[in-house]
Protein backbone atom coordinates (compact mmCIF):
# COMPACT_ATOMS: atom_id res chain seq x y z
CA UNK A 1 0.00 0.00 0.00
CA UNK A 2 1.59 3.39 -1.28
CA UNK A 3 1.15 6.09 1.10
CA UNK A 4 -0.59 9.31 0.54
CA UNK A 5 0.68 12.03 -1.33
CA UNK A 6 0.61 15.32 0.35
CA UNK A 7 2.87 18.79 -0.40
CA UNK A 8 5.64 18.95 1.87
CA UNK A 9 5.06 22.02 2.78
CA UNK A 10 2.54 24.79 3.57
CA UNK A 11 2.89 28.38 4.69
CA UNK A 12 0.65 31.32 5.34
CA UNK A 13 0.63 34.56 7.41
CA UNK A 14 -1.28 34.93 11.07
CA UNK A 15 -5.11 35.09 10.04
CA UNK A 16 -4.75 33.53 6.77
CA UNK A 17 -5.73 30.25 5.30
CA UNK A 18 -3.77 27.14 3.57
CA UNK A 19 -5.11 24.24 2.28
CA UNK A 20 -3.27 21.12 2.29
CA UNK A 21 -4.31 18.33 -0.08
CA UNK A 22 -3.82 14.72 0.06
CA UNK A 23 -3.74 12.36 -2.85
CA UNK A 24 -4.58 8.91 -2.89
CA UNK A 25 -6.34 6.25 -5.01
CA UNK A 26 -9.94 4.79 -5.62
CA UNK A 27 -8.57 1.92 -2.74
CA UNK A 28 -8.49 4.63 0.04
CA UNK A 29 -9.61 8.17 0.00
CA UNK A 30 -11.45 7.64 -3.34
CA UNK A 31 -13.45 4.42 -2.03
CA UNK A 32 -14.04 5.51 1.51
CA UNK A 33 -15.36 8.38 3.32
CA UNK A 34 -12.92 7.27 5.86
CA UNK A 35 -10.64 10.42 5.66
CA UNK A 36 -8.64 11.54 8.93
CA UNK A 37 -6.34 14.54 9.72
CA UNK A 38 -3.64 14.54 12.38
CA UNK A 39 -1.79 17.49 13.55
CA UNK A 40 1.87 16.82 15.10
CA UNK A 41 4.23 19.34 16.89
CA UNK A 42 8.01 18.43 17.15
CA UNK A 43 8.38 15.49 19.59
CA UNK A 44 4.85 15.12 20.27
CA UNK A 45 2.29 12.74 19.77
CA UNK A 46 -0.26 13.16 16.66
CA UNK A 47 -3.56 14.92 17.47
CA UNK A 48 -7.02 14.15 16.12
CA UNK A 49 -8.33 17.07 13.89
CA UNK A 50 -10.61 16.01 11.47
CA UNK A 51 -12.10 12.51 11.31
CA UNK A 52 -14.77 11.08 8.45
CA UNK A 53 -13.52 13.53 6.13
CA UNK A 54 -15.48 16.49 7.56
CA UNK A 55 -16.32 15.76 11.57
CA UNK A 56 -14.13 17.61 13.84
CA UNK A 57 -13.41 16.13 17.11
CA UNK A 58 -14.64 17.89 20.44
CA UNK A 59 -12.27 20.69 21.16
CA UNK A 60 -10.78 20.85 18.11
CA UNK A 61 -11.41 24.95 17.09
CA UNK A 62 -13.52 25.66 14.19
CA UNK A 63 -11.08 27.19 11.77
CA UNK A 64 -10.09 23.65 10.74
CA UNK A 65 -12.38 21.55 8.47
CA UNK A 66 -11.81 18.63 5.80
CA UNK A 67 -12.89 18.10 2.54
CA UNK A 68 -13.17 15.51 -0.67
CA UNK A 69 -13.25 15.60 -3.63
CA UNK A 70 -12.91 11.77 -6.12
CA UNK A 71 -9.30 10.38 -4.79
CA UNK A 72 -8.04 14.01 -3.11
CA UNK A 73 -8.84 14.97 0.46
CA UNK A 74 -8.06 18.39 1.90
CA UNK A 75 -7.56 20.17 5.32
CA UNK A 76 -7.94 23.77 5.56
CA UNK A 77 -7.14 25.86 8.46
CA UNK A 78 -8.55 29.29 8.26
CA UNK A 79 -7.03 32.08 10.35
CA UNK A 80 -3.73 31.07 10.89
CA UNK A 81 -2.30 31.23 14.57
CA UNK A 82 0.78 30.48 15.74
CA UNK A 83 0.06 27.39 17.71
CA UNK A 84 -0.60 26.38 13.91
CA UNK A 85 2.85 25.33 13.00
CA UNK A 86 3.08 22.02 12.89
CA UNK A 87 3.37 18.62 10.73
CA UNK A 88 0.07 17.28 9.40
CA UNK A 89 -1.01 13.98 8.68
CA UNK A 90 -3.92 12.76 6.69
CA UNK A 91 -4.93 8.98 6.77
CA UNK A 92 -7.29 6.91 5.17
CA UNK A 93 -9.00 3.43 5.48
CA UNK A 94 -8.49 1.30 2.83
CA UNK A 95 -9.27 -2.02 0.94
CA UNK A 96 -7.88 -4.78 2.65
CA UNK A 97 -8.58 -3.61 6.14
CA UNK A 98 -5.10 -1.65 5.88
CA UNK A 99 -5.26 2.54 7.01
CA UNK A 100 -2.85 4.02 5.03
CA UNK A 101 -1.03 7.48 5.87
CA UNK A 102 0.02 10.86 3.92
CA UNK A 103 3.36 12.21 3.52
CA UNK A 104 2.92 14.69 6.03
CA UNK A 105 2.96 18.56 5.34
CA UNK A 106 4.71 21.13 7.23
CA UNK A 107 2.72 24.17 8.11
CA UNK A 108 4.26 27.48 8.82
CA UNK A 109 3.09 30.93 9.84
CA UNK A 110 4.87 33.40 8.30
CA UNK B 1 -8.29 10.97 32.16
CA UNK B 2 -8.13 9.23 29.47
CA UNK B 3 -4.44 7.54 28.86
CA UNK B 4 -2.62 5.59 26.81
CA UNK B 5 1.37 4.82 27.84
CA UNK B 6 3.30 2.86 26.37
CA UNK B 7 6.36 0.68 27.61
CA UNK B 8 9.08 -1.82 26.08
CA UNK B 9 10.93 -0.33 23.79
CA UNK B 10 15.09 -0.22 23.77
CA UNK B 11 18.06 -1.08 21.57
CA UNK B 12 18.02 -4.60 19.94
CA UNK B 13 20.56 -6.17 17.88
CA UNK B 14 18.85 -7.43 14.24
CA UNK B 15 16.80 -10.25 14.12
CA UNK B 16 15.87 -9.98 17.86
CA UNK B 17 12.49 -9.93 19.93
CA UNK B 18 10.81 -7.07 21.68
CA UNK B 19 7.60 -6.75 22.99
CA UNK B 20 5.91 -3.22 23.06
CA UNK B 21 2.96 -2.91 26.15
CA UNK B 22 0.47 0.02 26.34
CA UNK B 23 -1.62 0.75 29.41
CA UNK B 24 -5.02 2.52 29.16
CA UNK B 25 -7.00 3.98 31.89
CA UNK B 26 -10.03 6.76 31.77
CA UNK B 27 -12.21 4.92 29.01
CA UNK B 28 -13.69 1.25 28.89
CA UNK B 29 -10.85 -0.72 26.77
CA UNK B 30 -13.30 -3.42 26.05
CA UNK B 31 -15.02 -1.47 23.97
CA UNK B 32 -12.45 -0.16 21.50
CA UNK B 33 -10.55 -1.47 18.47
CA UNK B 34 -6.82 -0.60 19.29
CA UNK B 35 -4.06 0.23 16.82
CA UNK B 36 -0.45 0.47 16.71
CA UNK B 37 1.46 2.80 14.59
CA UNK B 38 4.75 4.13 13.95
CA UNK B 39 6.99 6.55 12.84
CA UNK B 40 10.74 6.74 11.64
CA UNK B 41 13.20 9.15 12.73
CA UNK B 42 12.49 12.11 10.85
CA UNK B 43 9.64 10.31 8.67
CA UNK B 44 5.95 10.12 8.70
CA UNK B 45 3.63 8.01 10.25
CA UNK B 46 2.77 4.27 9.13
CA UNK B 47 -0.18 2.24 10.75
CA UNK B 48 1.28 -1.07 11.84
CA UNK B 49 -1.61 -3.47 13.29
CA UNK B 50 -4.89 -3.25 14.59
CA UNK B 51 -7.20 -5.29 16.72
CA UNK B 52 -10.90 -6.18 17.31
CA UNK B 53 -12.20 -5.21 20.82
CA UNK B 54 -12.20 -8.88 21.61
CA UNK B 55 -8.76 -9.66 20.28
CA UNK B 56 -10.36 -12.29 17.42
CA UNK B 57 -9.65 -9.97 14.04
CA UNK B 58 -6.44 -8.56 13.47
CA UNK B 59 -4.63 -6.69 10.89
CA UNK B 60 -1.32 -6.22 9.92
CA UNK B 61 0.69 -3.81 7.06
CA UNK B 62 2.66 -6.07 4.76
CA UNK B 63 5.89 -5.36 5.85
CA UNK B 64 5.25 -6.82 9.61
CA UNK B 65 3.43 -9.93 8.44
CA UNK B 66 4.94 -12.99 10.00
CA UNK B 67 6.96 -11.04 12.14
CA UNK B 68 4.50 -8.90 14.67
CA UNK B 69 1.76 -10.15 16.49
CA UNK B 70 -0.51 -7.68 18.51
CA UNK B 71 -2.76 -9.32 21.32
CA UNK B 72 -5.01 -7.57 24.00
CA UNK B 73 -6.00 -8.21 27.66
CA UNK B 74 -8.76 -6.86 28.38
CA UNK B 75 -8.55 -7.63 31.85
CA UNK B 76 -5.79 -5.58 32.60
CA UNK B 77 -6.66 -3.05 29.83
CA UNK B 78 -3.26 -3.48 28.30
CA UNK B 79 -2.49 -4.17 24.54
CA UNK B 80 0.55 -6.13 23.06
CA UNK B 81 3.26 -5.77 20.47
CA UNK B 82 5.31 -8.85 19.98
CA UNK B 83 8.28 -8.05 17.31
CA UNK B 84 10.60 -10.74 16.09
CA UNK B 85 12.95 -10.74 13.52
CA UNK B 86 13.70 -7.54 14.25
CA UNK B 87 14.90 -5.21 11.39
CA UNK B 88 16.61 -2.01 11.16
CA UNK B 89 14.04 -0.80 9.07
CA UNK B 90 11.73 -0.99 12.27
CA UNK B 91 13.52 1.44 14.03
CA UNK B 92 11.10 4.08 14.95
CA UNK B 93 8.82 5.70 17.86
CA UNK B 94 5.66 2.87 18.26
CA UNK B 95 2.58 4.66 19.19
CA UNK B 96 -0.35 2.86 20.23
CA UNK B 97 -3.82 4.43 19.50
CA UNK B 98 -7.43 4.16 20.13
CA UNK B 99 -9.85 3.72 17.17
CA UNK B 100 -12.80 5.45 17.12
CA UNK B 101 -14.65 4.33 14.59
CA UNK B 102 -12.00 4.60 11.26
CA UNK B 103 -9.75 7.18 13.00
CA UNK B 104 -7.35 6.97 15.86
CA UNK B 105 -8.61 9.28 18.40
CA UNK B 106 -6.51 8.87 21.37
CA UNK B 107 -2.94 8.49 21.45
CA UNK B 108 0.01 7.54 23.87
CA UNK B 109 3.37 9.52 24.25
CA UNK B 110 5.78 6.47 22.47
CA UNK B 111 7.80 4.33 22.69
CA UNK B 112 11.71 4.21 21.00
CA UNK B 113 12.63 0.90 19.28
CA UNK B 114 16.05 1.04 17.56
CA UNK B 115 17.36 -1.89 15.75
CA UNK B 116 20.81 -2.04 15.33
CA UNK B 117 24.48 -3.93 15.79
Known amino acids: QSALTQPPSASGSPGQSVTISCTGTSSDVGGYDYVSWYQQHPGKAPKLMIYDVTKRPSGVPDRFSGSKSGNTASLTVSGLQAEDEADYYC??????????FGTGTKVTVL | EVQLVESGGGLVQPGGSLRLSCAAS????????MSWVRQAPGEGLEWVAN????????YFVDSVKGRFTISRDNAKNSLYLQMNNLRAEDTAVYYCARNEFTAFDIWGQGTMVTVSS
Open chain 2, 26 to 33: GFTFSSHW
Open chain 1, 91 to 100: TSYAVGNNYV
Open chain 2, 51 to 58: IKEDGSVK
